[in-house]
């Protein structure tokens, strides 16, 4: 049987690379599913919606979709783009009218 001796220098390059992967890992966005197009099912657990309201997003054009063969999917980036743009300014919601 062969030992292999391991360097302290091998280890620290060993521990750089391992921490460049976990960086690069923990940096993609949370969350963010494996597939660009997402199902009515999947939007709703995603945003924790009832079927009425997915369904209110999507009739008043809130929400844009695509309907092929009965099965209705939904981008991706247009989900997260209405919720940039709903999104409230938590500094301007606490501060409160003077009078």
Do not use: C
Not at 3 to 18: D, G, H, K, S
Not at 50 to 74: C, D, E, H
Request: glycine share 6%; hydrophobic share 35%.
């Amino acid at each position: 049987m062969i030992a292999n001796i391991v360097t302290i220098e091998e280890l620290e390059n060993f521990r750089q690379a391992l921490l460049a992967d976990l960086q690069k890992i923990l940096s993609q966005k949370p969350g963010t599913p494996p597939n660009k197009w997402l199902k009515s099912h999947q939007v709703r657990r995603l945003l924790t919606l009832s079927p009425g309201t997915l369904q209110n997003l999507r009739v008043n054009g809130t929400l844009p979709f695509a309907k092929i063969g009965g099965v209705i999917f939904y981008d991706y980036e247009d989900i997260q783009r209405m919720i940039d743009e709903r999104k409230q300014n938590p500094h301007f919601a606490s501060k409160t009218p003077s009078r």
